[in-house]
Structures are given as C-alpha cells and as structure tokens.
C-alpha cells in the first residue's frame, strides 16, 4: 500500500539545521553569500566551507535552486532558493514562491535524495504573509509528492507555535478528501505492476499519472483504468522501452468522464 501523503509530508516546530535529512533548504538571497534568519542559521552551523563553496555558484535568480554539500550539518546537503520579497501580491510572488518549493524538489529529485526539510521560506525579512506562503508551501509539496514518487520524506519546519499550527490546519485541510493523491499512488502501483508482469518499462508513467488519475474517483475505476492499460499493452505485444500513444490516453479519459472506463 502506498505510503499516504500526511505520512511523506509533516509539519515540525523546530530548527532547521537540526533536522536529519538528505537535505535542508536555504531561504537564501540573490548573491548566496550568507545573512540572516534562516540563511545565518544554516552558514553558522555548517561553518566556513558552505560559503567557500557558495562564492563558486555565481549566485542564484529568485524562484531558482542550487545544491551544495551540508559540511558540519547532519544534512549531507543544502539546496538554497531565494525566495520572492513580498511587494502586495501583484508582481508574480505566489509563481514565484511556487517555484522555489519545485525547483528544489526537482533538484532533490535529480540528486537522487530521498528526504528535505524547507523552511518557511519569504516569510521573515521578506515579508510574503505567513498563511498565504503555507497554503503555497503545502499545496505546491502536495501536487509534487502525487506524481514523484522518489522523495520519500519532506518537512516543512516552523519556527514557533503560531506558523507550526497554521501549517498544520492547512496541511489537514487540504489533504482531506484529496482523492488525487490515492488514485495517483493507485496508478502508479498498476503501472508498476504492467511493467513487471510484460517485462517492460511504460516510459510516460508520470504523463499518463497525470492525465488520468484527476478524472479518477474510485479504486475500482483505478483498476479498470490499469486492466485497460494492461490489455492495451497485450493486445500490441509491445516489449522494452514503451510509451502509452495519447490517443490511447484520450481514450481512457473520455471513458473515464462517461463515468464508464474504456473497454477495447
Ligand atoms: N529554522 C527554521 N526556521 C527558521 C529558522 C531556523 N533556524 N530561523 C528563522 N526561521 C524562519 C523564520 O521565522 C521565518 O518564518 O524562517 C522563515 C524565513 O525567514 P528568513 O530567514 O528571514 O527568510 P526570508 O523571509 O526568505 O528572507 C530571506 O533574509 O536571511 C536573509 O539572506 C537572507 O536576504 C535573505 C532574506
């Protein structure tokens, strides 16, 4: 069974350079040279090689991330993201803010980490307010969570009682009756198990995931859905590398929406 998404994303009141993760997540500025809040915080404790290897990056553009290693911190590594400073809402910070939580994830992703810890990131100096950054924080963790399975384990550590328990509250609410993620996880564990029974690898799972499991109420029509992709893959014999034609995909979906489910 497939872990469930409060079980791959929790809340903690705490310190961030504490946390044992595979990495922690800098709420830097533009010039990755240190500063303070959280920034301060990771530079102190990781101690002097962290800037020596910052100086190299050349800087990082807001919404964007960068790795380095995590030095004296139990994190063997930190991603820095510079989050937008808040200027009233009208000037692109909520994409912005977005942009961070993914393109760190991503770069987790990419460095093949399992589990990350962010902070609240924007919320201090600044200044983006703190409800409308968690409810960003926690819907843009929740939406990648769904359709990448690798990252096993993501925090969002809270400085204090008051952010701790707001992010709890929307991390609650949103993740009630979020059927997107079960049918998602259920579609995932169908095609994993085509894949094995044929000997093949669906090269579009995470298209196809995404596609489908949005139109999907119900385990029965996640299992319908995958007796379908698996007949579909008899019924063209196909072998290796495999990638489900959108036509096909289509098709699913239209049945789906028909409340039906494809048959061939
Ligand atoms: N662990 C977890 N959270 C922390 C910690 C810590 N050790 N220290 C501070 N925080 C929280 C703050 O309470 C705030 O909610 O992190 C959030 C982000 O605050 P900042 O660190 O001020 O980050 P940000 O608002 O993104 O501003 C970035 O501040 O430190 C400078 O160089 C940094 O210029 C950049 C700007």
């Known amino acids: ?31 990755l040279l240190g500063g303070g809040g959280v920034d301060g915080a990771i530079h102190r404790a990781a101690g002097p090689g962290l800037l020596a290897e910052c100086r190299r990056l050349g800087g990082c553009r807001t919404g964007e991330a960068k790795i380095t290693r995590g030095y004296r911190l139990p994190s063997r590594f930190v991603i820095h993201t510079v989050g937008p400073v808040w200027k009233g809402g009208d000037s692109g910070e909520d994409e912005l803010l977005a ?31 703190m409800e409308r950054a968690a409810r960003i924080a926690v819907r843009t963790v929740m939406k990648y969570v769904t ?11 809270c400085r204090g009682n008051a952010a701790y328990s707001l992010y709890t509250d929307i991390l609650d609410k949103e993740s009630t009756g979020n059927s997107e993620y079960q049918m998602a996880q259920a579609l995932f564990s ?29 385990d029965i029509q996640a299992l319908s859905t995958g007796i379908s992709l698996n007949n579909w893959v008899s019924a063209t014999g196909a072998y290796g590398e495999v990638t489900v034609p959108e036509n096909i995909l289509q098709k699913l979906l239209d049945s789906l929406k028909d409340t039906g489910v494809w048959r061939e």
């Open 1 to 31: 069974m497939a872990p469930g998404i409060k079980e791959r994303i929790s809340i903690i009141e705490g310190d961030i350079t504490t946390q044992l993760v595979d990495a922690i997540v800098n709420a830097a500025n533009p010039s």
């Open 99 to 129: 942009s961070c939580y993914r393109n760190a994830l991503a770069l987790a992703e990419l460095s093949d980490l399992r589990s990350i810890a962010f902070p609240a990131i924007s919320t201090g100096a600044y200044g983006f307010p």
């Open 147 to 157: 359709y990448h399975t690798t990252i096993g384990k993501v925090l969002l550590v």
């Open 190 to 218: 169908h095609l994993s198990m085509i894949e094995a029974s044929h000997g093949i690898r669906v090269k579009n799972r995470v298209a196809i995931v995404h596609t489908l499991a949005p139109a999907i109420r119900n």
